[in-house]
């Protein structure tokens, strides 16, 4: 079992020990800041109380003999003049003894030996200087000189003497002071020895409290994330030490265990998609088959059922031709619509063929001017508009990257749509236009025919849908899928626009060739439209042209009469039904 300690955080331990070791550094510095005072103390002692102490006994010494030796030169030559030195040494001694006083407060015993040097001093003064200097002013220097015996020798030995212990007292206060500085400052060394022990200690501990709480448990759990790194997912991840670390160990475990779930996940999803991949290869390989049986079956239907197609078609015509009249009506009408079925069975075959055909049979896109293939749609549908009275126009249409003969089959597909559904005793009128749409050429196809309700404007787009009976309008119900399917082949869309006042608009967009975009993009900042005032209008016949417009209508004959400049759609000119 853990002991209590061992629930602590990493941040708790850090703060408990860095509290002892602050609070050890902080009483030893306390301890040694009070040492260190003491320390100054008894230095100041002896640099500023003992040592003048010395220099001024030595000064009093000296005082003290100058005194007997003026006294003594006094005597022996009776002049006045050698007093000098003891008055000035007795004024010396007066001054050095007062100084000294003001240094005693601390060393009462140097205060009593002072005394007794003063006390000798005085002694020494009354009863050999004084004498001895009033014989010799009154009986001359034999008298003085014979008070100079050995009893007053005697006499200036005791005050020496005095002043002698009186150095020596001093000397050994001074001696204790410098003692007491080198036990304080030896003191103070040991305490900062033992604050060094002690910040040496405190991080030793440190590091090793680091390396056990620390390093330790976050090498295991590196290593244990190497291991799930490694691959091991299912290796559970845990640690020992601090709260915190044994929290991002579960944190860790955690991450492991939704990683290891995820790629559970993935290796599920791996597997499907390896399955869905090996069912759409075999579904590719199944579209190859079925492609190739479908062009089997277009070489098929494009040879050998359109044989006997035309024997039946053309035994039918000869059987109505012959017999016709010579039956009853019933036979005739009976012949008709075998007639009919036959023709439009072939129609059907074809029109199916040049549906499979697109973007099958390609010969590559290249650079095509629609308003080329604008020419040729006119020359292909010359009979049909002259029939009907029709007008086509086109505006300046765009040179777009695509195969020619399909364009040309798209076009003529919704020229042709608009002049069959037109309304009746109403001339048809057809306008082919173009803009640039972002990247992308916006074409538009414009009649004034009967238009198209917006609830079938989708399904006139699918294969054999039709809105009106066979009756009304022939056809095979193919032409605007084969329109869609051309246009998506050359990367667009093609829609109904339901918006228009009358007849039917069919748009489509063709990609726009990259240098268009860029002219468009080029010219669009220099563009600026102005309004002129009313009153500034340019008059009619000095009005600018405007941009040219083609027009091929039933009474203008157009380039078609002459030969064909572009391709021609072959058996994909069927008109769309």
Known sequence: MKPVIGGWSLRRRVIALLTVVGVLLIGLAVAEAAIAARNRT????????TGPLRVQSQELLNAVLDQETAVRGYAVSGDP??????????????????????????????????RIVEERSAQWRETVAQPVITTTEREGTRAGQALVTEQARQRFDEVRSAVGDLQQEILDAREQAAANVRSSSNVLVVLLIIAALVVVVAGALLLLSLDRMVVRPLTGLADQVREVAEGDYQHRVTTHGPPEFVGLAGDV???RQKIASDLAEVREARERIEWVNSQLQKQAEELTRSNRDLEQFAYVASHDLQEPLRKVASFCQLLQRRYAGQLDERADQYIAFAVDGAQRMQRLIN??????????????????????????????????????????????????????????????????????????????????????????WEISCQDNGIGIEPEFADKIFVIFQRLHSKDAYPGTGIGLAIVKKIVEYHGGRVWVDT??????????????????????????PGEESQEAPADDATPA????????????????????????QGGRTGDMRETVG
Do not use: C
């Open 541 to 564: 016949d000095e009005a600018s042209p405007a941009p040219p417009e083609h027009s091929a209508g039933a009474d203008q004959p157009d380039q078609a009469d002459g030969p064909p």
């Open 253 to 255: 475990d955690a991450m």
């Open 351 to 440: 029109d199916l063929l040049a549906f499979s055909r697109i973007g099958r049979l390609t010969t590559g896109f290249v650079d095509v001017d629609l308003n080329k293939v604008m020419g040729d749609v006119a020359g292909q549908t010359e009979a049909a508009r002259q029939y009907a009275d029709a007008e086509l126009t086109w505006t300046d249409l765009p040179v777009i990257r695509g195969e020619e003969p399909l364009l040309t089959n798209l076009l003529a597909n919704l020229v042709s749509n608009s002049i069959k559904f037109r309304r009746p005793d109403v001339p048809p009128k057809v306008q082919i236009s173009a803009r640039l749409v972002g990247a992308e």
């Open 499 to 524: 918006d228009v006042p009358e007849g039917t608009a069919i748009r489509f967009t063709l990609p726009a060739r990259p240098e268009d975009v860029e002219a468009a993009a080029a010219s669009e």
């Open 81 to 114: 003049a050698d007093l000098a030195p003891y008055d000035a040494g007795l004024e010396q001694e007066k001054a050095t003894v007062a100084a000294m006083r003001t240094l005693l407060d601390d060393y009462p015993q140097i205060g009593q030996e002072l």
């Open 42 to 49: 008894q230095i100041d002692a002896i640099l500023n109380q």
